[in-house]
C-alpha cells in the first residue's frame, strides 16, 4: 500500500459525459501528479499540483482540468468524454529526496471505460 | 522524442534464466527510479538510485546507475514467475524547474515461463 488512495477503482461512462476522479496524498505530501495511461501510449504525465497550485502541465486535453484542495486532495476532470479517453488514470505522490532528486508513489488507479 | 529509451520492450524466459533491462538517455537526473506494474494496478516503487555508480540490491533484483547519470540497468537473477509484469523507469531531470516532474521510459514486458 502505497498511501495514496485513488476513488472510485472503476468507472463506466457514455460518451459526451462528464466524470471527477479523486486522489488524496501520501500523509504529509503536498504534491499530487495525474498520469494517464493506455495500451498504446504508455504512462503520460497530465498535470502536476504543489500545495493547491498548478506546477507543471503535460499531455493534458483542454476537456481535461484538475485541481487541488486545501487539505491536499486533488480531483481531475474529464469533460465531453470521447471513446479514445478509455484508460488509467493514475495520480501520484512525491518526496523529495534532496540534491534534485525525488521519487513517486502512486496510487491504485481509476479505470475508466467510455462507451 | 522519448528521454528515456528502455529496451527491450518485451521479454519472454524461462524460469531460473538471467535478465538484463536497460534504460538510456542523453540527458542527466538526479534521480532514476525502477517502478514494476501489474495489469490494471499502479506501478510500485522498487527503488531509487541518486548517485552515479551506485549499484542497489533487492533480492535477485541487481540496480545500477550509469556513472554519469544518463542511464541505468535492472539485472534479475533467476527469474521465476512471480517477477512476471511490466517493468517502468522513470528519471527526475537535474535542475530546471521540475519540481520532481518523472520522465518514463517506454517499459519493459516481463514474462518469465515456469
Known amino acids: 500500500d502505497s498511501g495514496v488512495t485513488q476513488t472510485p477503482k472503476h468507472l463506466i461512462t457514455a460518451t459526451g459525459q462528464r466524470v471527477t476522479l479523486r486522489c488524496s496524498p501520501r500523509s504529509g505530501d503536498l504534491s499530487v501528479y495525474w498520469y494517464q495511461q493506455s495500451l498504446d501510449q504508455g504512462l503520460q504525465f497530465l498535470i502536476h499540483?504543489?500545495?493547491?497550485?498548478?506546477?507543471a502541465k503535460g499531455n493534458i486535453l483542454e476537456r481535461f482540468s484538475a485541481q487541488q484542495f486545501p487539505d491536499l486532495h486533488s480531483e481531475l476532470n474529464l469533460s465531453s468524454l470521447e471513446l479514445g479517453d478509455s484508460a488509467l488514470y493514475f495520480c501520484?505522490?512525491?518526496?523529495?529526496?534532496?540534491?534534485?532528486?525525488?521519487?513517486?508513489?502512486f496510487g491504485p488507479g481509476t479505470r475508466l471505460t467510455v462507451t | 522524442t522519448q528521454l528515456l529509451e528502455q529496451s527491450p520492450q518485451f521479454l519472454s524466459i524461462q524460469e531460473g534464466e538471467n535478465l538484463t533491462v536497460y534504460c538510456n538517455s542523453s540527458s542527466v537526473f538526479s534521480s532514476l527510479q525502477w517502478y514494476r506494474q501489474e495489469p490494471g494496478e499502479g506501478p510500485v516503487l522498487l527503488v531509487t538510485v541518486v548517485t552515479g555508480g551506485e549499484v542497489k540490491k533487492l533480492k535477485r533484483l541487481t540496480f545500477q546507475f550509469g556513472d554519469a547519470r544518463k542511464d541505468s540497468s535492472l539485472h534479475i537473477t533467476a527469474a521465476q514467475p512471480g517477477d512476471t509484469g511490466l517493468y517502468l523507469c522513470a528519471g527526475a531531470r537535474a535542475g530546471g524547474t521540475s519540481y520532481g516532474k518523472l520522465t518514463f521510459g517506454q517499459g519493459t514486458i516481463l514474462t518469465v515461463h515456469p
Open positions: 499540483y504543489y500545495n493547491g497550485e498548478e506546477r
Open positions: 501520484a505522490s512525491s518526496v523529495a529526496l534532496g540534491l534534485g532528486a525525488y521519487e513517486q508513489y
